[in-house]
Nanobody, 120 residues
């Protein structure tokens, strides 16, 4: 089982940027498609971005054009660059291996997440 550790969150004003990181343990990281998820208070967890093992990406409509997912297989790390942040982006952000065919997460064990708060 891969262990996941998210970092990089914080408090930002609307329009700001943050770069989130997710470090994964295990030598088989590179074979997985990886997704970034977020969960806002009172809402269900949602998938916002996915990157395949080959580097193809896909985004939720709510973040398209503002967020960019990338990965560094040598570092077992996946990133989420968040730009032009909005108050609606406020949530705890998580990463997980993800099946690109059904967009469902693969590991039942989640990391602790990283809090992103967008407020003036």
């Amino acid at each position: 089982q891969v262990q996941l550790v998210e970092s990089g969150g914080g408090l930002m004003q609307p329009g700001g940027s943050l770069r989130l990181s997710c470090a994964a343990s295990g030598s088989i990281f590179s074979i997985y498609s990886m997704g970034w998820y977020r969960q806002a208070p009172g809402k269900e967890r949602e998938l916002v971005a996915i990157i395949t093992s080959g580097g193809s990406t896909n985004y939720a409509d709510s973040v398209k054009g503002r967020f960019t997912i990338s990965r560094d297989n040598a570092k077992n790390t996946v990133y989420l660059q968040t730009n032009r942040l909005k108050p609606d982006d406020t949530a705890v952000y998580y990463c997980n291996a993800t099946d690109p065919s059904n967009r469902h997460y693969l590991f039942d064990s989640w990391g602790q997440g990283t809090q992103v708060t967008v407020s003036s």
